[in-house]
DNA sequence: AAATGTAGTGAACACGTGTTCATGTAACGG
DNA sequence: CCGTTACATGAACACGTGTTCACTACATTT
C-alpha cells in the first residue's frame, strides 16, 4: 500500500509543521516558547498543525543551543541488588523529575566500570551524580575537564569543586556499640561489607573507636559481601568456631537480616536475649513485623534533599565553593538489641 | 586569580582541538571514527591534543546527525520499592549497557503521571520501554507519531507497531491453584494487588477458572496494593472476619510474605499446615530462609532477554511485524504450601 | 612516460532547534 | 494628521558534530 520506504521514516520537524500551517520556521518555534511574542490566532494554529502531525521540539537540537541545557543528568548507582539503593535512588529519581532533569541511570551491579561513566560523560550532562561505592577518584578529574558538576554521596571525596552528601559512619556506629553496651552486652562483633569502601572502613572504624572508649575489645571483625546470604553465612561460620558473642553490629541491613536467620535456624539462638543484632540505614524491610530490626537510620529523604539543593545551587552558581554535607545518623530502637 | 568569568564555562570543541594541532575540524571528527581515513601519525596527534584539552567528541550533536541514534532509551518502570520492579529494572540495565543504549529511568512511584512520558518523548529515543501498570494506551499512538519504537511489558497492549512480552499469567496463577489443590487445600483465597492493572486481572482470572474447573469455589476474593504491608492487613481483615481458609494465593510476593506473617504473628498459624500461602514473581527475598516462600516465577532473565531481542530485531527493521512473546512461568516449591 | 588508481585532506553541507536582528505594521497619544 | 511606541514577523546565525564532495599528492600499472 504505501510506497516501501528503504530508510528509517524520521521525526516531523519544525519546518514541515511551518510548511503545512503556511508560516514561517520561526513562529513554530515561538509557539511552543512561552515568553516570545506571537499572535494569539496564529498560535492556537500552529499548535493544532503540530497536535494533528505529531510535532514534538526536538529536545536533543534544543539542548545544543548556547545558554541551552541537556536536562539530563546521569546517576551512577550501587548494586540495586541491595534495598537502600534501590529506595533511595527512587526517591533521588522523582525529585530530579519535579526539577525538569532526567536520570539516566549507571550501574545497578557490584561492578560498576569506570570505562562506562566515561562513555556517558559524552553526553553533555547538567551534572553527575555519584552514588555508588567503588569508584576511582579520576572520574572527578574527568567531569572537571568537561565542565560537568559532580556531586558524591554515600562516601567523601576530596577534590577540587565536587559537593558530598555523607552520613556521619564514625557517630553511627558509635550510636550503635552505646547501645548495645546499655543493654549489657560486652562481647560484640563487627560484620562488615566490602572492605575497600569508605563507608565499611568508617563504620568499622567507629565500632573499633567507641569499643575501645567503653573500655571493651572486638570479640571478632569479620567481612562480607552486603548481602542477606553473606550475613547468613558469615554468622553461621562466626558461631561454629565457637566465637562468643552476645551482641553482633552489623555495616548494613541485608547482612543483620541474614545474621538473625542464621542465629535462629542454624543455632536456636533467641535475638535478642542470647544475640543482639543492629543494622545500618533502615531499609523498608528492617520495620516489617517477621524481623522488627533495631538500626541505625541512614536518612534518605534528608540525603536526597540535599543532594537536590546543592545541585540547584550548582547550576544557578558554577563557581560556588564546594560543600560537604554530613547527615547525621539516627537510632532507630527495634525488636533486636 | 581566574578572571571572574560571568558565565557558564562552555565544554571543549572539535574546533578548538583542531586550531591547537593545527588540523581541519573534519580531521578531528575523523580521529574519533574508527572508519574514516587518517594519517596514523596525525590521527595521534590529534588523540593525544583532545587528551590534554579533555575534549570528548559531544553524543547529543552526533545524535543529530541524519543516520545518528541518540542511544538513548527510556524505561518507564513501576513502584520501586517492588522488589520485582528494581530487580527487573537492574537486570534490563545491564542488558541495555551492554548493546550500547542509555536507560533513561521513569516512573518508580505508583503514580507514574502520562504527562512524564510525552515530556521525555521529547527526545529523540531509539525506543521506549513501558514496563509500568496503569499507563493510557494514548502513548502508543503518542510514539508511533514520533517514530519511537514502543516495547510494553508486563501487560498485552494490542495496538500496531507494539511489541510486548508478558507473563502467561493464568497459567501461572493456575499452576497455584493446581499445586494446592494437590495438598488437599480446598477452601482457597484470592488476594490480588490493584484491581485496574492487567495483571492482576488476569491472576485473578486464572485464578478463578481454575478453582472452577476442579470444582470448588472460591472463599474470597480480596484486593489490596502489592505491598507487605498491604498483605499483612489483608489477611488480618479476612481472618478477623472469621472467613474459613486453607490456602491462599497472592498476587505477588510482596503480599505473600506480609500475610504469612500476619498469619503466624496475630493469629498464631502455622504455615503451611493451617494456611497454605503461594506467591508471585520469585523475588530474590523468597528464598530467604526466613521466608522460604512457594511462588510461581515470573522470569526475569527471560523476559529481559526477549525485550533485548526485539528492540534489537526492531531497530534493525522498523516496519517488521509485531510481536507479542508470552513467558511461560514455573511453579517453585518450597516451604509454605 | 602516460594513465590509472588510492589515500589523505579541508571546505561545505546537513541535522533541528532557540534567539537575535532588522524590518514592517498597527496602535496610541498629541 | 504626524510621531512615537509597541509588537509581530521572517531571515539569518549559532550550537557541535558526521559525512559528502571535490581536489591534491603520490603510488602503481600499462
Redesign the interface.
Known amino acids: 500500500m504505501t510506497t516501501g520506504k528503504e530508510s528509517?521514516?524520521?521525526?516531523?520537524t519544525a519546518k514541515q509543521v511551518a510548511q503545512a500551517a503556511g508560516v514561517s520556521r520561526s513562529a513554530v518555534s515561538r509557539a511552543f516558547t512561552p515568553g516570545s511574542p506571537l499572535d494569539e490566532g496564529k498560535k492556537r494554529k500552529i499548535l493544532q498543525v503540530s497536535e494533528q502531525?505529531?510535532y514534538?521540539?526536538?529536545?536533543?537540537?534544543a539542548?545544543?543551543q548556547s545558554r541551552g541545557r541537556?536536562n539530563?543528568v546521569a546517576i551512577v548507582t550501587g548494586?540495586?541488588?541491595n534495598?537502600y539503593d534501590?529506595?533511595i535512588?527512587?526517591k533521588l529519581?522523582?525529585g530530579l523529575?519535579a526539577m525538569g532533569k532526567?536520570?539516566?541511570?549507571?550501574g545497578?551491579?557490584a561492578e560498576t566500570s569506570e570505562a562506562?561513566i566515561l562513555e556517558?560523560?559524552?553526553?553533555?550532562l547538567d551534572a553527575l551524580i555519584l552514588r555508588g561505592g567503588s569508584v576511582d577518584e579520576s572520574v572527578a578529574t574527568?567531569c572537571?575537564?568537561?565542565?560537568i558538576p559532580l556531586i558524591v554521596s554515600g562516601r567523601v571525596m576530596d577534590a577540587e569543586g565536587v559537593d558530598c552528601v555523607c552520613c556521619d559512619n564514625m557517630r553511627g556506629a558509635e550510636l550503635a556499640v552505646t547501645q548495645l553496651i546499655a543493654r549489657g552486652k560486652t562481647r560484640l562483633g563487627y560484620l562488615g561489607g566490602l572492605a575497600h569502601l569508605s563507608s565499611d572502613q568508617e563504620r568499622k572504624a567507629g565500632f573499633e573507636s567507641a569499643l575501645t572508649k567503653a573500655g571493651f575489645k572486638p570479640a571478632i571483625l569479620e567481612h562480607s559481601d552486603f548481602s542477606?546470604e553473606g550475613g547468613?553465612e558469615a554468622l553461621t561460620g562466626i558461631l561454629s568456631n565457637d566465637v562468643e558473642l552476645d551482641g553482633l553490629f552489623c555495616a548494613n541491613d541485608a547482612m543483620a537480616?541474614?545474621a538473625?536467620?542464621?542465629g535462629r535456624?542454624q543455632f536456636g539462638l533467641s535475638i535478642p536475649s542470647d544475640l543482639s543484632v543492629v543494622g545500618f540505614d533502615d531499609i523498608?524491610?528492617a520495620q516489617?513485623?517477621?524481623?522488627q530490626l533495631s538500626t541505625v537510620r541512614n536518612d534518605m529523604d534528608q540525603t536526597v534533599s540535599q543532594i537536590l539543593r546543592l545541585l540547584t545551587e550548582r547550576l544557578d552558581q558554577?563557581?560556588k565553593a564546594s560543600e560537604t554535607i554530613l547527615i547525621k545518623p539516627e537510632f532507630i530502637s527495634r525488636g533486636t538489641h
Open positions: 528509517k521514516p524520521r521525526r516531523v502531525l505529531g514534538r521540539p526536538n529536545a536533543l537540537a539542548g545544543l541537556s539530563l548494586d540495586l541488588v534495598h534501590s529506595e535512588l527512587a529519581m522523582r523529575y532526567w536520570p539516566v541511570v549507571l545497578g551491579s562506562e556517558v560523560l559524552a553526553y553533555p574527568h572537571a575537564k568537561l565542565n542477606y547468613y537480616l541474614g538473625i536467620a542464621a535456624q523498608a524491610i516489617w513485623p517477621s524481623f558554577p563557581e
